[in-house]
Structure formats: C-alpha cells, structure tokens
C-alpha cells in the first residue's frame, strides 16, 4: 500500500580498492522525514553523491516514483524532483542572494532560447513566476531585506538557509539535505528544525537528511538509517535506534 518516493537497493560505491557503499539500503515514502547517520567516513555523502548522479554507482538500484535513475545525470534527476544541499555551502557567492534563486530556477523555465531572445509573453511569464517564487522563499527563511547582498557576504547561518531556498525554488519532491546544521548555533538549530517541519507540512516536500546533530535527527526525524563503513547497520524510529546497542557501540557512544 505506502508506496515509495524513493526506493534504494543493494546500492554500492567502489573507489579503487575501497568499498565506501556496500549494500545499502532505502526507502522513503512521500512526506517523510527520514534521516542518515554513522560515524565520520561511513559513506553517507557518497550515497547522497549515487542518487544525485554526482557519482554513477558501481551497483544496485536507485528508484524514484518507479523510474530507475541510477545511471541518469545529475540534471535530469534534478529535474524529476530531487534536490540536495551540499556539506560545504555551494552558492554563487559574488551574486546576490536573489540572483542565486533566479539563477537556480533556470533549467526548469519552460522555455527555449529563442523565446528568451524575443521576449515572448511565455518567456516573460514563467519570468515572473521565477521572480515571484524566489520573493516567496526569500521570506520564507527570513533573508528578504538581504535581497541585493553579495551570497558571500551573508553570515553562515544565512547562507545555509539560502541554500535550502535554493532548492525549494525548483520545488523538488525529494530534498536531500547534507549536514545542513554543521556551524550552526543552537538557536539557528532550532530554526532549521522548524523550517524543515514546515517544507513538510506546508509544501509536502520529503526530506533526506545526513545529519550529526543527534538532538536534531532524534527530534525531527520519522525514521533513522544507520550506515557503518559503508553498510546498514539499522534502521527505524528514532526511539529504536537511540535504544538499539550496536548503534550505540558504533556511534552514538563515539563521543
Ligand atoms: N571521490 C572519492 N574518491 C575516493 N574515495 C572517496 C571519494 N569520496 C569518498 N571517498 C571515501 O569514501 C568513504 C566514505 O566517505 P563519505 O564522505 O561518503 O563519508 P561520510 O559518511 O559522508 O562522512 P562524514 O560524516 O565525515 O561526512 C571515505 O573513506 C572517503 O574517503
């Protein structure tokens, strides 16, 4: 019955002799909240990397809404709804934050060169939307008065917020969202934790979250996948793996 947003089997990521994804495992229904974690160099980017089309997989299946785009670049999956962050903010940092949105929602306007060229009333159109709907998340993660600011000179926090308004422009399906709450202070935490709340309650978008702030995993997330060098080590809800041993041994009890 609860059919799957994004299905993940036997997937694997080899580098030379490293094994870094072995056998992993996912899936993901329409408006969940499902969350990764492991120790440091488990591999769980590299998995972001495979289902992105940063990297092709040496092997397994990457289903989205039935279709396998294991083996599909990166823009078409963009295309189909799946957008991610990256560990280390990647903005146009000398254009300005509502450049940043426009600019993004580029490859999804409906429309061809020549129409851009001439100006046509459908040119002009999905224009306004673009614009529209990056005013729209502008407010929406608080940086409408930073409009006309250079990305890179926004405060991290900021910047962090204007990457996850960046995808959602492109109004994705799927958001992966990779360590979005590294360097951030336990107030802007507790802000993403309401934002990510509200692009699931508000915009029924499905979120993928890699995340080592446990509070926030544990408090945001409806399931948990534990990788451990590469493989699953467990899966479930928050509740569970806080409580499950071998999750303990190898993670949790790290620090
Ligand atoms: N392009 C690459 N070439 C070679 N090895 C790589 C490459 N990308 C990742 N690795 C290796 O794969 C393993 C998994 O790395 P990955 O970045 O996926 O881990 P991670 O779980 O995301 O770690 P962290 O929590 O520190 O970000 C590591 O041993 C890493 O060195």
Redesign the pocket.
Known sequence: MSESLLEVSDLS?R??G?L??DQMALKIRPGEIVS?I????????????CLTGF?RATGGSVQFKEQAIEKMQGYKIARLGVVRTF?NVRLFKGMTVLENLLVAQHRHLSTGLLAGLFKTPGYRRSEEKAMERAEFWLEKVGLTQFANREAGNLAYGQQRRLEIARCMVTQPELLML??PAAGLNPNETAELDQLISDLRRDHGVTVLL?E?DMKLVMDISDRIYV?NQ?RPLASGIPEDIRNNPEVIKAYLGEG
């Open positions: 990521m580098f030379g490293l870094a994804v990764m492991g120790p440091n160099g488990a591999g769980k980017t590299t998995v972001f990397n990297y560990q990779d360590e890699i080592h990788i590469g």
